[in-house]
């Protein structure tokens, strides 16, 4: 069997590695110059930021398994169980929270590692020439291939919201025992992350998520969205230092969770993370959900 899996994010290299495990032929097709999508670390003055997903979760027993063999070669590590809520700043305790100390795409790299990956493919249709084709992608991106009409309705009937990244560097380190916090009821900040904590080099680092709100107003010219999310993160933890500030825009960042783990036409397949709740672990599971389906 031969397939076209299109998009490097986790979903399309978790669906390729299972295909290929199963026996299948497989090439990745990846717009983008490095693996990873969302799952996302950018280099700042020689430092990987981690600018998309802040964490990952893993209460799946096949996805623990997958995070305990990247702990077992040192990519990933458990970070904590406690974050923040503002306002107020109490912590919460939840789930543990997992980081990888080189970047969050280091962990789409060990998993694109032995694929046939394509970087730099941008794919303007559905490719004819494979048995299956696997868009593993945002919906939205998926319908300017042009699928058949199942892979339409599924993609539409997903709703996006966007985020701005700002990752803020400090001279130093000003803050204490952040971790990470949760933002609620604030007009454009949603989470702010201790980006040194989580890598483990205690880097003077924040990123800091915007509001889909806030990221809507400026999709256009993110760069503008820099200041006002440096403003609301000084405000919030008291900082006096000026960071230098880093943008990037997510335009199909969340969707809305849906039930289904994946949706299908004929040979096309459409996966991400918009089967199941949001989330890593959701995108993971729903490209093997797809391999699954496609070896049975
Ligand atoms: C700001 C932000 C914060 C987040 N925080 C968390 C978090 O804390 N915890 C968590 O678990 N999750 C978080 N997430 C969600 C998590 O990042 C995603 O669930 C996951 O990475 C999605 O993976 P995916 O493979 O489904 O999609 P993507 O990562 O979007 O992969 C799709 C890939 O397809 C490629 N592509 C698209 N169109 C084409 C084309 N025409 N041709 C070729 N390639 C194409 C894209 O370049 C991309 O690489 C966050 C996401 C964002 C943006």
Excluded at 17 to 23: C, H, S, T
Excluded at 213 to 225: D, K, N, S, T, V
């Amino acid at each position: 069997m031969d397939v076209v899996v299109v998009g490097a994010g986790i979903a399309g290299l978790a669906c390729a590695r299972a295909l290929v495990e199963g026996g299948a032929r497989v090439r990745v097709l990846e717009r983008g110059r490095v693996v990873g999508g969302r799952l996302a670390s950018k280099r700042y003055d020689g430092r990987y930021a981690d600018i998309g997903a802040a964490y990952f979760v893993a209460d799946d027993a096949e996805f623990a398994a997958q995070a305990g063999s990247w702990e077992a070669r040192g990519l990933a590590r458990a970070w904590t169980d406690t974050l923040r809520v503002y306002p107020g700043g109490e912590k919460t305790t939840g789930p543990v929270r997992w980081a990888a100390p080189g970047g969050l795409r280091s962990l789409a790299a060990d998993l694109a590692d032995g694929l046939d990956v394509r970087l730099s493919t941008q794919v303007g249709e559905v490719p004819a020439d494979a048995d299956a084709v696997v868009l593993a992608m945002p919906g939205p991106q998926a319908v300017r291939l042009d699928p058949p009409p199942g892979i339409v309705a599924a993609a539409n009937a997903q709703t996006w919201q966007p985020v701005i990244a700002a990752v803020l560097t400090y001279p130093e380190r000003g803050w204490d025992d952040l971790r990470g916090a949760f933002v609620n009821e604030h007009p454009v900040l949603a989470t702010v992350c201790d980006d040194g904590d989580r890598r483990g080099d205690r880097a003077p680092v924040l990123v800091a998520h915007s509001t889909a709100a806030l990221a809507a107003r400026h999709l256009a010219a993110p760069e503008q969205a820099g200041p006002i999310l440096a403003a609301a993160v000084a405000e919030l933890l008291g900082l006096a230092a000026t960071p230098r500030v880093d943008v990037h825009r997510w335009t199909y960042a969340q969707p809305e969770p849906t039930d289904a783990p994946y949706a299908q036409d004929g040979r096309v397949w459409l996966c991400g993370d918009a089967f199941g709740r949001p989330r890593v672990q959701t995108a993971w599971l729903s490209g093997r959900a797809v391999a699954r389906a496609l070896l049975a």
